[in-house]
């Protein structure tokens, strides 16, 4: 794929970075590059330095965070026109990557040099004003993330999880096992939630996937209104 195409797909992707200031868009697209990732490569390490502010085009990363005892937590997800918050945070402090990054379906990234980041986020107020924006609202989301941790319970948290995975179609593409890395539990746990909620008819089993039957009564169980699921269980 040429590189003309390369960048008229991440401007469409980042149409915000088209509305820079002339001489700051000759410089970022001068010097960003262009990177792919397959599924299951790795994106950044626990400790790395961080060496590019990165922009998603296609594919999905996954950010987690992993225990002594080898347990994991997903942390967020970066998709198409999309932004590390961590990422930008080290790149910002200066501090190497808290986390771990991995990707989940093949990834192109847009790569924007280090040293060119913080020459524009000096000289360009528009570019400084978007990765600032952009910053606050994926921040806003990992503190969300750290309300579900402290004070929902895994059964809430996994009904939630299921609707913002779910595609159109119900379906998402995601074992027992998966789901539970990225709630930081353990797939015999998920696994008896699942079992349950599929008898009840709102979900159920597929071959590595889950395919949601009943949206409405997984929305109304995450948001706590259905308290006992036996009892709510009895009304479909």
Not at 56 to 82: A, D, N
Not at 168 to 183: I, N, P, R
Request: hydrophobic share 40%.
């Amino acid at each position: 794929m040429s590189n003309e195409i390369l960048i008229t797909r991440w401007l469409n992707t980042f149409p915000e970075l088209a509305e820079l200031e002339p001489e700051a868009q000759g410089e970022l697209l001068g010097a960003t590059q262009f990177n792919r990732l397959r599924q299951g490569d790795i994106a950044y390490r626990q400790g790395q330095v961080c060496h590019n502010y990165v922009m998603c085009i296609e594919g999905q990363t996954r950010i987690f965070k992993t225990s002594e005892s080898g347990r994991e937590i997903m942390l967020y997800q970066v998709g198409p026109g999309e932004t590390c918050v961590l990422t930008t945070s080290c790149l910002i402090a200066g501090n190497p990557f808290p986390a771990e990054s991995t990707a989940q379906a093949d990834v192109l990234l847009a790569a924007l040099p280090s040293t060119v980041f913080h020459r524009l986020m000096v000289t360009s107020p528009k570019f400084r004003h978007y990765v600032l924006g952009n910053y606050g609202d994926l921040l806003s989301s990992l503190i969300m993330l750290v309300d579900e941790v402290a004070f929902a319970s895994l059964d809430l948290r996994l009904a939630r999880r299921l609707l913002a995975e779910a595609g159109s179609d119900g379906v998402v593409s995601k074992t027992h096992q998966q789901l539970a890395l990225d709630l930081g539990s353990v797939r015999e746990v998920i696994s008896r939630y699942l079992s349950e909620w599929e008898r009840m008819g709102w979900v159920r089993s597929a071959r590595g996937s889950i395919v949601v039957l009943d949206k409405p009564a997984l929305a109304r169980y995450g948001a706590g209104e259905e308290e006992e699921p036996l009892r709510a269980g009895a009304r479909h």
